[in-house]
């Protein structure tokens, strides 16, 4: 365990003693600070100095007191004669100056201890944050991000705080409490012991009363900290809370919370004030005893006035060292409590870090051959569940390996431990002969990726979490971010073909679409420059060709000055251009100045309230019987449910001849969102769309000088900044989806398509991915992993958030970027004959078999050799052939082996139905009581069931079972049968088969033998 002093002085030993030195070098001066005001009162002002010497005396005299064998006292220095009044104030201005001298050293001292504090605490931080990425997976999962990041960044606070006090503040104030001590001694022996007694007594007293200060304090710190991992899981599960309605549940707990956090601190405030109650009190006994005492002995002539006035003046300087050294005493105990707690969290170990650097850039690759080798490794969850059981196997390495079953089973414990993930209880896992926990973390990160279930998404651009796995700290280039992506982790030689093999690996995890989708929706800047504003009419070309030559012309529209767009709205036609102020937005342009000036100039708005009314009457009546929450509304309908009643009272004040301007300007609003060949209400002919294009001509000229920034018109030779890209590229309304793959082929031909998908790049993920869909986030891990060319790739269960198509053709795009080098794929869809160089199958945690390549397609004959005798026979029977091994192992493993020999009855009809027995080996007849004597209706033989209806239907025997040879059964007990037949209806209903066929035969069976009179048996 660490020791915080011994944290302390590692770190920080050099600037340590260089200011204790500090510290040691004020003692003189503050030592003569308490001496002056001595001599200003006994020599100064009581005349003692002038006593002998007359009107002026020296000061400042230097005399060394040798004695007279080295030829007794020498002077130095005769000093300065000065008179009376010259004389205080020379000795009033050497107070002044080491006053001033004292106060440089307490500025320098506590600037070098704020500086190490913080120095320290910053090296702290870094210590706990690389212990964090060094933790056990395990282990860390104990821990809540919320608590993680509140010690890191406020817990260790404290201790950031004491760590410049932790070696020079005892120095010092232990050093300036002595000082003060020995020089009130050396005035007066009683009045020294007076002051050394009560502060002992503070010694004793204050320490004993802020113990529970102290337990308080710690309940406080790990209230506040329970406090903020409840407020962050709320945060987190938000969208649980919003989903069952628990916010009332969650607020109580909180408030809990909050009061028992009152408690502590209100206990704790009250503890704090008894304690310096108490120290103020003792502070105010001491100067009184000095005046009582000191006052005695000065009127008895055994004390001069200065020295009882110095002894007063150096007291009054003690408590102040004395009680925060004292106070250092309790924050010494309060900061080793948290810091014993801080590394017991999160296990930081006495090394020191070990820093990437140039050993990090020659991390060690795995060699190239060989096997994963695991040998009896065994995995125990924190809760004690077994789940990974004694495993030995061997993987050779470039191939592609199967490891079937769940994320919670063998296979995707044995993943996890491939990636990382989890680290073995017992056994160890080698790969080419090097110890998987002996790789160094940079060696593992590059040569290993792992995809779990649960995709992990960064707080950034898409492009950062893609190449996460690139970054490197370069320490010659400048970047604020602290790295630097290298295009040589991805196995490119530059940026250039960095992006290209960024592009690739999007198209192998299926990211290309999305990301391209999100660049042509993202604005340029016209001032950037990218080659796409500068080419954007060549562009415009292309794209209209290629729509020509696909035969898909007539989806877009091409925006034309001197032609009415009749795909886009009104509204859009009249603007001719992307709006940037608000008020232009929609429906909001018919409120407008200048769109209703224009408007009314070109009589235009008549025509346009005439529209409004129409589409009004035309919504109110479709949607009059329409639920308000149906889904209609917002797919179709012009006008919000909670808006009926608005517009019905607007058409009724119109109809009346009482509108006013807020009734016209919701009508024409309507109009504006109007698409004729859209909506199909036959409400524009071709002169209402000329006198819409004069509108549009008169108000762009207007606009031109009125409100220029308020809107981005449309120019068949310029780029329009305010449109998305997509927009910019089609210049006219269009199906998007329809003419995307047209876009990429023409920006491809131009060689222009990198700058779609490096804009779609940037599209925000939001904090753990929340802005994207669950696809899109299992997408980007993939992408993350492979684009940095991983020699073993691991994906346990990653694919489960596609349907089973999509994650087929993926899968299959990444095992061909993967050949040649090494790819485990976890899951419980994996089949043979899926193409796998080793299939390995598991059941629970235990291994099931082991295919290779060669055996797939076969009888799987190492399952077979893993297979007992009764395992084989229980497969074999008809209503056994749907379980898997593990519940056919369940049922050989509760079943009774029993031997009857010929003639034994394995049950008689009429007993309770108990147990169904599967024969191993023999024969046996099914008798029943005909009335006048046995009658065998059937004979069963090895792999037969018998005595499972009486479970089913749970009636005593229909019959008797009577052994006509040794036989060899397992008895399978009623409550795993029926166990079995409510977990597998394929099972219930093959039962349910063979109930009816063996009822059918025993009746067809007795039947024709009364009617021939044979069959009988004794």
């Known amino acids: 365990m660490v020791g915080l002093f011994d944290y302390i002085w590692r770190n920080s030993r050099r600037e340590q003693i260089w200011i204790l030195c500090f510290v040691v070098l004020s003692f003189p001066f503050y030592y003569f600070s308490l001496d002056v005001p001595r001599y200003i009162i006994t020599d100064a002002l009581q005349g003692r100095a002038f006593a002998e010497a007359g009107e002026t005396a020296r000061l400042f005299r230097v005399a060394l007191p040798l004695p007279d064998w080295l030829g007794g006292p020498r002077t130095l220095f005769e000093g300065i004669g000065l008179d009376r009044l010259s004389y205080l104030f020379a000795l009033c201005g050497l107070f002044l100056l080491l006053v001033l001298i004292n106060g440089a050293f307490k500025y320098v001292i506590n600037m070098r201890k704020g500086a190490l504090g913080e120095r320290l605490l910053q090296r702290l931080r870094l210590d706990l944050f690389s212990a964090v990425l060094n933790t056990r997976p395990e282990a860390l999962r104990r821990i809540r991000p919320s608590e993680a990041a509140t010690i890191i960044k406020d817990e260790v606070e404290p201790i950031g705080g004491f760590v410049g006090d932790a070696f020079v503040q005892p120095v010092l104030l232990a050093g300036q409490a002595l000082t003060a001590i020995a020089f009130i001694l050396l005035q007066n022996l009683a009045l020294g012991l007076i002051a050394v007694g ?38 987190e599960t938000m969208a649980e809370v919003a989903n069952h309605g628990t916010s009332a549940v969650e607020k109580s707990q909180v408030a809990e919370r909050l009061e028992q956090l009152f408690g502590i601190r209100y206990r704790l405030y009250g503890r704090k004030f008894a304690v310096k109650a108490l120290n103020n009190l003792l502070a105010q006994v001491t100067p009184f005893l000095f005046y009582a005492v000191g ?22 300087d003690l408590p102040s060292p004395v009680k925060e050294l004292i106070d250092w005493d309790q924050q010494r105990l309060d900061v080793e409590a948290k810091f014993q707690q801080v590394v017991e969290q999160f296990s930081l170990i006495a090394a020191a870090p070990v820093e990437a650097g140039a050993d990090a850039e020659n991390a060690v690759r795995l060699p190239e051959t060989g096997e994963i080798v695991a040998r009896g490794l065994s995995v125990v969850n924190p809760a004690g569940d077994l789940l990974l059981d004694r495993i030995s196997l061997s993987l050779p390495l470039q191939r592609h390996i199967a490891l079937s079953g769940g994320a919670s089973e063998g296979a995707g414990i044995l993943a996890q431990l491939l990636g990382g993930a989890i680290a073995p209880s017992e056994g160890s896992l080698t790969i080419a002969g ?9 060696a593992r990160g590059r040569a290993i990726a792992y995809v779990g279930p649960e995709p992990v998404i960064l707080d950034a651009s898409l492009r950062d979490n893609i190449l996460y796995g690139l970054r490197r700290v370069s320490p010659e280039v400048v970047n604020p971010a602290g790295w630097t992506i290298d295009p040589r982790r991805a196995h490119a030689a530059n940026e250039a073909e960095l992006e290209l093999k960024l592009v690739e690996v999007l198209r192998i995890a299926g990211l290309a679409d999305p990301v391209f989708r999100f660049g042509l929706a993202s604005k340029l800047d016209p001032a950037t420059p990218a080659d796409i504003v500068r080419r954007i009419p060549e562009i415009r070309a292309r794209i209209r060709d290629r729509l020509i030559e696909s035969g898909a012309g007539a989806v877009v529209e091409p925006y034309d000055p001197a032609r009415y767009a009749r795909n886009a709205t009104i509204g859009e036609n009249i603007l001719f251009g992307v709006p940037v102020d608000p008020a232009l937005l929609g429906a909001n342009l ?30 109110l009546e479709i949607f009059r019987d329409i639920a308000p929450g149906h889904v209609l509304f917002e797919q179709y309908s012009f006008i919000a449910a909670e808006d009926f009643e608005e517009y019905r009272d607007a058409l009724t004040r119109v109809e009346a001849g009482t509108a006013g301007e807020a009734d016209r300007a919701r009508l024409i609003g309507l109009s504006l969102l109007y698409v004729e060949p859209r909506h199909r209400l036959g409400l524009l002919d071709e002169a209402v769309e000329e006198r819409i294009l004069a509108a549009r001509a008169a108000f762009r000229k207007r606009a031109s000088t009125e409100s220029a920034h308020a809107i981005a018109f449309y120019d068949p030779e310029h780029y329009c900044p305010a449109a998305p890209l997509r927009e910019n590229l089609l210049f006219g309304p269009v199906a998007h989806a329809a003419a995307d793959e047209v876009i990429r082929d023409a920006l ?15 599209q925000p993920a939001g904090y753990a991915g929340r802005l994207l869909f669950p696809v899109m986030k299992a997408q980007i891990a993939l992408a993350r992993c492979l684009i940095k060319q991983p020699q073993l790739l691991i994906l346990d269960n990653a694919l489960g958030a596609f349907g089973r198509t999509e994650a087929r053709q993926i899968l299959g795009r990444i095992r061909a970027a993967m050949a040649g080098r090494s790819l485990v794929v976890a899951g419980r869809e994996l089949k043979l004959g899926d193409g796998y160089d080793l299939h390995i199958a598991f059941e629970g945690p235990r291994l099931a078999a082991v295919r290779p390549a060669a055996a797939e397609g076969q009888a799987p004959v190492a399952e077979e050799r893993a297979d007992n005798d009764e395992i084989r026979v229980l497969r074999r029977v008809p209503i056994f052939a749907g ?10 493993f509760t079943a009774e082996r029993t031997v009857f020999a010929a003639g034994d009855v394995l049950f008689r009809q009429g007993d309770e139905s108990d147990a169904a027995y599967v024969l191993l080996s023999g024969t046996a007849d099914v008798v029943i009581d005909a009335g006048d004597g046995p009658l065998r209706v059937s004979q069963v ?10 479970l089913v239907t749970d009636d005593p025997r229909s019959a008797s079972v009577v ?43 007795a039947g024709q033998q009364e009617r021939s009179g044979s069959g009988r048996s004794v």
């Open 941 to 950: 033989a090895q792999n037969a069931i018998v005595g499972e209806m009486g």
């Open 883 to 892: 379980l898997d091994t593990a519940r056919l192992k369940l049922l050989a």
């Open 198 to 235: 009560m502060i002992l007594l503070q010694g004793v007293l204050i320490p004993r009363l802020r113990r529970e200060q102290i337990r308080l304090g710690r309940q406080r710190q790990i209230a506040s900290r329970a406090f903020a991992g409840k407020v962050g899981e709320v945060v």
């Open 295 to 316: 006052g005695y002995f000065a009127l008895a002539g055994r004390l001069d006035l200065g020295q009882l006035v110095a002894v007063i003046a150096a007291y009054r």
């Open 434 to 442: 090097l110890a998987l926990s002996a790789l160094p973390a940079e």
């Open 590 to 619: 018919a409120g407008h100045a200048l769109t209703r000036q224009v408007l009314a100039d070109l009589g235009l708005t008549e025509t346009l309230t005439w529209i409004g009314r129409r589409i009004a009457a035309t919504m």
């Open 748 to 762: 491809a031909e131009l060689g222009l398509d990198g700058e779609i998908y490096r804009r779609g790049l940037e």
């Open 963 to 1005: 052994a006509t040879s040794e036989i060899e059964a397992l008895r399978l007990r009623k409550d795993v049968f029926l166990a079995l037949l409510a977990e597998f209806p394929q099972m219930a209903l093959s039962v349910t088969r063979l109930m009816v066929k063996r009822l059918r035969d025993n009746a067809a069976s």
